[in-house]
């Protein structure tokens, strides 16, 4: 079965993080939540989720996948967890794909895995060191790199996911399933 790691930091967009679990999950998708201290993550507007286990418990070669939530609390945290950063290189290495929305873009340039195009929440794109920041598109694949701008657009983001991993059918029918206007 296809697997998705999501990786959860206190401080992480709850909208943009569920939308992620339930759209691939949906669509047929493994999604495994790992905490990265403990297996309870407090989001930015303080909504706990337990995750299934800790990030030094996965099994990085069983991935497809791996994406990161927004919200800039938790991605400063991802993007200085070495186990994050080491998990992004070796995906990458694996020719295997990678995503993120809102800030999460920054915790991928940090490891050095953004692809040469992406986009993210406005204003975030100063912080990363790029010159290929699109900033009319909901969601940017650039290759093996999935990327998207935020709340308002993490269903869209999911639905790219589903589509990249399970394929053209699948992607279409969840999108008439509920009702998405991607």
């Not at 992480?12 to 790992?34: K, L, M, P, Q, Y």
């Not at 589903?162 to 992607?171: A, D, F, N, P, S």
């Amino acid at each position: 079965m296809t697997q998705v790691l999501v990786p959860l930091a206190n401080g992480f967009e709850e909208v943009e993080a569920i939308s992620i679990i339930d759209i691939c999950r949906r669509g047929g998708i493994d999604v495994i939540t790992a905490g990265l201290e403990n297996k309870t993550a407090i989001g930015a507007h303080n909504i706990a989720i337990v995750t299934e286990c800790l990030i030094d418990d996965v099994d990085v070669d069983g991935l497809d996948m791996v994406v990161l939530p927004g919200g800039w609390g938790g991605t400063e945290i991802l993007a200085e967890n070495q186990t994050i950063l080491s998990i992004l290189k070796e995906i990458q290495n694996s020719d295997k794909h990678i995503g993120a929305i809102c800030a999460a873009p920054y915790a991928l340039n940090k490891a050095g895995v953004l692809g040469d195009k992406f986009t993210c929440y406005p204003s975030i794109e100063n912080k990363i060191d790029s010159t290929g920041y699109i900033s009319n598109q909901a969601v940017v694949k650039d290759s093996k790199v999935i990327t998207s701008q935020g709340v308002g657009t993490a269903l869209c983001f999911a639905l790219e996911i589903v589509r990249t991993l399970k394929g053209e059918k699948i992607y279409r029918q969840l999108k008439l399933d509920i009702l998405a206007k991607c």
